[in-house]
């Protein structure tokens, strides 16, 4: 689905980073240097963005 706006664990507001982190990461850049540039240094923070999975595209082809 969509990321979620605030980490589960900690509260820290965290989906405006998605994009950004989406676009570094699909052009070959690390993750973990992407993560330190956004400025997220928690690991529950980072492991929001590292586990994301995109299931909109797939949920979208089946009619309700």
Do not use: S
Not at 1 to 28: A, S
Request: charged letters at 40%.
């Amino acid at each position: 689905m969509h990321i979620p706006v605030r980490c589960f664990t900690c509260g820290k507001v965290i989906g405006q980073y998605w994009e950004e982190f989406k676009k570094r990461t699909g052009k070959g850049e690390d993750a973990g240097k992407v993560l330190d540039d956004l400025g997220l240094d928690r690991y529950c923070c980072r492991r929001m963005l590292l586990a994301h999975e995109e299931l909109m595209d797939d949920i979208k082809r089946y009619p309700r």
